[in-house]
């Protein structure tokens, strides 16, 4: 058995000295400090890889093909599946919050995985059973519901605990280890993006030609095989605690402590907060709130990101798909361009761009983390502009064929088409969804990095929200004056309309733009990182990173 709570707690790890061969502030499954040489590393992180490749498995083998079955056998028109695809995979993508507190705090990062395992495994059984059957009333649409939402519990609690338990085995102070663990957040999304594109081919051709009961009954059955591997390492894991309190009472004695600091400051001068004994806690809420600039800045790529999933495969489903005499690709399975220009683009980006980016910067990553952000929202705009193309393209080919009043028509035009914008949106992850999980984690304190990596998924789902929430209004208001833009017969739809609405990502980039640049000059002007503008607002940089509180 992995170590006790009682064990993880043990005194030793609270010795501040440890031995050059173990790890401060880690235990192994005995709760003994953990030996450098026996725990941790890449031959630790490859079982929770397995993990995490197999949770893609589960979790894109429902939402990469749900819009078909939403549309299908459920019957919904296509502008409320797709908002209810959106509000589901945001809830997914918000949960992770309160549960990262719940697992730094108290349950504890591998506890907290094999939960959600067996919350996924009971989940997707579930679904697998009410989709084997004809929808028969609104009760069976309720208990695909629940089911499908207690996929979304799991989710929540295996993102963000997975990869901070995983990240874990890698000790920072260490040289050799830093490195590693840098080159593992690109491995990390490798191995998720092989697993998605896997089941994006599978699940979707199974779906599609065999059964939905069978399609979501694999997954299921991939993820309890995936929870027995993880267990295998669990000798070898480094396990980490903390006796700091919650992330909640934490946060609300800091800002308690900031109120008052900011309100004395405005008066006379800058409180510390030295003697209340509650600095660590201010500095976490202050670390948080330095990385809202970045967050907020990113919303909108995640808004282009969730029509991938909805919208994308709907049009695929109006192509031509045929590939040879016989075999006719499933429309969702194109999603596997974006998985398998990741796959491709990551050992390119990891072998050879940082080398060569690194001969030219000094650094050890080629390019800063905020740099690679603004590479990947740059990579996203271009994706979304040629989206709208395509959409339009395609509504000309409808109309010259004859084919406008026609939705379930194939048009003569190839799935071919659209081939690029997936592979530019994989690219645009490889620069931006790694460098967000990389910095997330790094700039948030060490007893808070679930939390940390948590926040980086508010971003998706936050976005995914406002996506929902956009096309429900959209929708509304543009079915008033006739056609909606999301209008169940497709050829007579406008989603290149929508596309180049959420072309307003050229505005997050310039602000995420303007606030990388105050950080690249607050780095050349500041020798020691602080910079007090003003008596009430105060400006820090801790090298990847901007605060200014007012």
């Known amino acids: 058995m992995p170590c006790s709570s009682e064990l993880l707690l043990s005194p030793v790890l609270m010795q501040p000295a440890m031995a050059d061969d173990t790890i401060a502030g880690a235990a192994d499954y005995r709760g003994q400090p953990a030996s450098r040489a026996a725990t941790g590393g890449w031959k630790s992180s490859v079982f929770v890889m397995a993990m995490e490749i197999a949770e893609r498995f589960a979790y894109k083998g429902v939402a990469a093909n749900l819009i078909t079955y939403l549309t299908g056998p459920l019957g919904q028109p296509m502008a409320r599946a797709a908002a209810s695809i959106d509000a589901w995979k945001g809830v997914s993508q918000m949960l992770p919050l309160p549960i990262a507190c719940v697992a730094d705090a108290w349950l504890g990062r591998f506890r907290a995985i094999i939960l959600a395992s067996v919350i996924f495994i009971v989940s997707m059984g579930a679904l697998s059973l009410s989709s ?8 069976h649409v309720a208990i695909f519901y629940v089911a499908l939402y207690l996929v979304a519990l799991g989710e929540g609690a295996h993102k963000p605990c997975a990869q901070a338990f995983a990240a874990d085995q890698f000790d920072e102070k260490d040289p050799k280890e830093s490195v590693a663990r840098s080159s593992f957040f690109n491995w990390w999304y490798f191995g998720m993006c092989a697993g998605t594109a896997v089941t994006t081919m599978v699940s979707s051709y199974v779906q599609d030609n065999v059964g939905w009961g069978l399609g979501f009954g694999i997954p299921c059955i991939v993820i309890a095989v995936s ?20 992330p909640f009472s934490r946060a609300g004695i800091a800002f308690l402590a900031l109120i008052k600091s900011w309100r004395s400051s405005c008066r006379t001068n800058p409180v510390s907060s030295k003697g209340d004994g509650n600095t660590a806690a201010v500095e976490e809420v202050k ?43 499933p429309a969702a399975a194109l999603q596997t361009f974006i998985s398998v220009s990741i796959v491709i683009f990551i050992p390119v980006y990891d072998r050879l761009f940082v080398p060569l980016a690194r001969r030219y910067t000094g650094r050890p990553t080629g390019i800063t983390k ?7 929202l740059a990579m996203s705009l271009v994706a979304v502009a040629l989206s709208s193309l395509v959409e339009m ?30 592979v530019l949106i994989g690219v645009a992850d490889v620069f931006a969804m790694i460098g967000l999980q990389e910095f997330f984690y790094d700039q948030v304190p060490d007893a808070a990095r679930s939390l940390g990596l948590a926040l980086f998924l508010s971003i998706f789902g936050v976005g995914h929200l406002l996506s929902s929430l956009l096309i429900s209004v959209i929708d509304k208001a543009t079915a008033k004056g006739g056609t909606s833009w999301f209008s169940n017969n497709l050829n007579r739809a406008h989603l290149d309309y929508f ?17 990388s640049h105050i950080l690249f000059c607050i780095q050349l002007i500041l020798t020691k990182g ?11 940089f801790n090298d990847h990173a901007l605060v200014f509180l007012h």
């Open 370 to 376: 905020l740099q690679r952000i603004g590479a990947g």
């Open 287 to 329: 670390t948080v709130l330095r990385l809202l600039p970045i967050w907020a800045s990113c919303i909108i790529y995640a808004i282009i990101f969730s029509q991938t999933s909805t919208f994308f495969t709907k049009q695929a489903a109006t192509l031509d798909r045929r590939i040879g005499a016989r075999f006719k690709v």
């Open 132 to 139: 084997a059957f004809p929808v028969a009333g609104s009760g």
């Open 530 to 540: 602080i910079l007090r503008f003003g008596r009430c607002i105060d400006w820090k």
């Open 227 to 246: 929870l027995v591997v993880f267990l295998l390492g669990s000798r070898s894991y480094r396990y980490y605690t903390t006796r700091e309190a919650s």
């Open 499 to 515: 596309y180049w609405l959420t072309g307003l990502c050229a505005v997050e980039l310039v602000a995420f733009v303007f606030f």
């Open 393 to 422: 393209k395609r509504l000309r080919v409808a109309r010259d064929a004859g084919l406008v009043n026609n939705p379930k028509a194939t048009l003569p035009m190839s799935l071919w088409w659209m081939v690029p914008q997936y």
